[in-house]
T-cell receptor
Framework: SAVISQKPSRDICQRGTSLTIQCQVDSQVTMMFWYRQQPGQSLTLIATANQGSEATYESGFVIDKFPISRPNLTFSTLTVSNMSPEDSSIYLC????????????????FGPGTRLTVL | GNSVTQMEGPVTLSEEAFLTINCTYTATGYPSLFWYVQYPGEGLQLLLKATKADDKGSNKGFEATYRKETTSFHLEKGSVQVSDSAVYFCALLNTGGFKTIFGAGTRLFVKA
């Protein structure tokens, strides 16, 4: 299993500013992801955070808006840049690990989320 | 590509009623299937999972069986409680464990 912590847990920010969210995992993991959950919506994958290289972004998300760092196998940051009210969401860090019980079996764990409100 | 479709909500039931939330999926390879639950104001929690065909995941009275022939993973509970009121997400993790695809979520309201 993996235990994930995020900071901050919540924040209220002004339009036009940026916020960096930190994600710390209690063990080394290869696969690390950032998701967004807009109010009343499901989770949408923003990007895969790759250690030692640029993140891989999903369609509709760009590096200039959501720069990601992954300096090592236990830590990542997501920055929400030049924020607008439409960026108000819960941002979740996630990791994927092998479950160990069956070959090719994976589990995904989620952090508690960062609830962002942009005024 | 991979996708998950689950029944639209909200679903409103009386306490002790039987619950079914339908979920079907489209995937290449042999994905793992999950149900996550999100209680009001809280984060996402894994409810149950199944990693191969015919596996049954169960937890807290909830069950779901991985049906490859019908590409389904329906969530069931025999007797719901008010405390089960939450949003339920069906999800799949594709072969290789690269990323989870979520359904739209189904909101459940249970009345006393």
């Amino acid at each position: 299993s993996a235990v994930i912590s995020q900071k901050p847990s919540r924040d209220i920010c002004q339009r036009g500013t940026s916020l960096t969210i930190q994600c710390q995992v209690d063990s080394q993991v290869t696969m690390m992801f950032w998701y967004r959950q807009q109010p009343g919506q499901s989770l949408t994958l923003i990007a895969t955070a790759n250690q030692g290289s640029e993140a891989t972004y999903e369609s509709g998300f760009v590096i200039d808006k959501f720069p990601i760092s992954r300096p090592n196998l236990t830590f990542s940051t997501l920055t929400v840049s030049n924020m607008s009210p439409e960026d108000s969401s819960i941002y979740l860090c996630s990791v994927s690990t092998t479950s160990g019980r069956a070959l090719g079996s994976y589990e995904q764990f989620f952090g508690p989320g960062t609830r962002l409100t942009v005024l | 590509g991979n996708s998950v479709t689950q029944m639209e909500g909200p679903v409103t039931l009386s306490e002790e009623a039987f619950l079914t939330i339908n979920c079907t999926y489209t995937a290449t390879g042999y994905p793992s299937l999950f149900w996550y639950v999100q209680y009001p104001g809280e984060g996402l929690q894994l409810l149950l999972k199944a990693t191969k065909a015919d596996d049954k995941g169960s937890n807290k009275g909830f069950e779901a069986t991985y049906r490859k022939e019908t590409t389904s993973f329906h969530l069931e509970k025999g007797s719901v409680q008010v405390s089960d009121s939450a949003v339920y997400f069906c999800a799949l993790l594709n072969t290789g464990g690269f990323k989870t695809i979520f359904g739209a979520g189904t909101r459940l309201f249970v009345k006393a």
